[in-house]
């Protein structure tokens, strides 16, 4: 079942093993949240947590022999198992018994971040097992959650305020959860949240992923940098948007190295917290003063460039991450 669809199947009881798996942690986190505040009533005495690197062979019969145990206190414990990925034969041997004939006041748990892979047994396919899906939600999913939270916090938001918050924190379930409940507070008094609200109110998280992107390039961690930006592509920022971005970047880095002041001054002349100015210099430091020059010209050339037709945003991208992630000598290049 669809994460949404979680609480609401609560109300018929718990499962006896449950599989939470996907790469969203809010999901997965929230989940065990309501499993415990519903059914555990000592986590003291009730709860025992596995790591799935240890759960090998024989040792697997730890975890079974906590799930055959009665609670103490309570009506159910929980026996919780993060990336457990057993094979076929540890699943025969060890686990099929238990699936089969699960103890009715014990929840197993088994969380875990993919699918199983090569040789790992597909635990969604045992007996008794209740497959929630965590994965990255779609559009839809996030809307129908955060209109969802806005309506049981008895807050009218339309369709055009969720769509807001969803695009502002880049469809990260983990912001979203965040800055609804930060909206649900600033609108207590009034009962609703409206379009002006949100922009006053949420982080767009836009911006942070850009911090995120110029920061790799500081860090010259490709990798990081890549997968950022190919992230901003897909949640709607075009190749412009990035190329701007990354031209303020290297006049920011270029700026610093010209004023040749303390942090203090040289925040107060190009109107910065002095914090960003220290972690910008770090940055220009290690990238160096005549590269950094060097960068941002070229930079502020491929701009030009697209803007008078002489390259196509796609080829101005690629050209300005080669220059900043290659060793070739960029100085004095134009477009």
Avoid at 26 to 35: H, S, V
Avoid at 166 to 178: E, H, K, N, T, V
Wanted: a neutral charge; one cysteine or more.
């Amino acid at each position: 079942m669809k994460f949404v669809f979680f609480k609401k199947s609560l109300e018929e009881g718990a499962s006896p093993v449950y599989l939470f798996e996907g790469e969203e942690e809010y999901f997965k986190e929230r989940g065990e949240e309501m499993l415990k505040e519903k059914f555990l009533s000592e986590p003291s005495l009730n709860y025992t947590a596995f790591a799935g690197e240890a759960l090998k062979g024989a040792a697997i019969t730890a975890m079974v022999s906590a799930a055959e145990s009665f609670p103490f206190f309570g009506q159910k414990r929980i026996v919780k198992a993060t990336e457990f990925y057993p094979t076929e034969k540890e699943y025969e041997q060890y686990l099929q018994k238990y699936f089969s004939d699960p103890q009715p006041t014990t929840i197993l748990l088994i969380v875990n971040s993919h699918a199983a892979q090569g040789k790992a047994f597909d635990l969604k396919k045992a007996p008794n097992v209740t497959f929630v899906d965590c994965s990255k939600g779609d559009d839809e999913t996030l809307l129908r959650w955060i209109y969802t939270r806005f309506k049981r916090a008895g807050i009218r938001a339309d369709t055009e305020c969720c769509e807001r918050v969803m695009r502002y924190c880049l469809s990260d379930m983990s912001r979203i959860a965040g800055e609804t409940e930060k909206l649900i507070d600033y609108a207590c008094e009034s009962g609703s949240v409206t379009s002006e609200d949100v922009d006053l109110v949420v982080y767009k998280d836009a911006a942070y992923k850009t911090y995120e992107m110029t920061s790799a390039v500081g860090a010259k961690n490709y990798g990081k940098y890549i997968a950022v930006c190919a992230e901003l592509l897909e949640k709607g920022m075009d190749e412009m948007g990035i190329l701007n971005a990354l031209c303020a970047y290297f006049r920011t880095l270029y700026g610093i190295t010209a004023i040749r002041k303390d942090d203090k001054e040289t925040a107060r002349i190009l109107g910065m917290k002095e914090y960003a100015v220290k972690m910008s210099r770090r940055q220009a430091q290690a990238l160096g003063e005549r590269r950094v020059q060097a960068l941002y010209r070229y930079t502020f050339e491929a701009v030009n460039s697209v803007k008078t037709g002489k390259r196509t945003l796609a080829s101005a991208l690629l050209c300005v991450n080669a220059a900043i992630f290659g060793e070739q000598n960029i100085a004095g290049q134009g477009q």
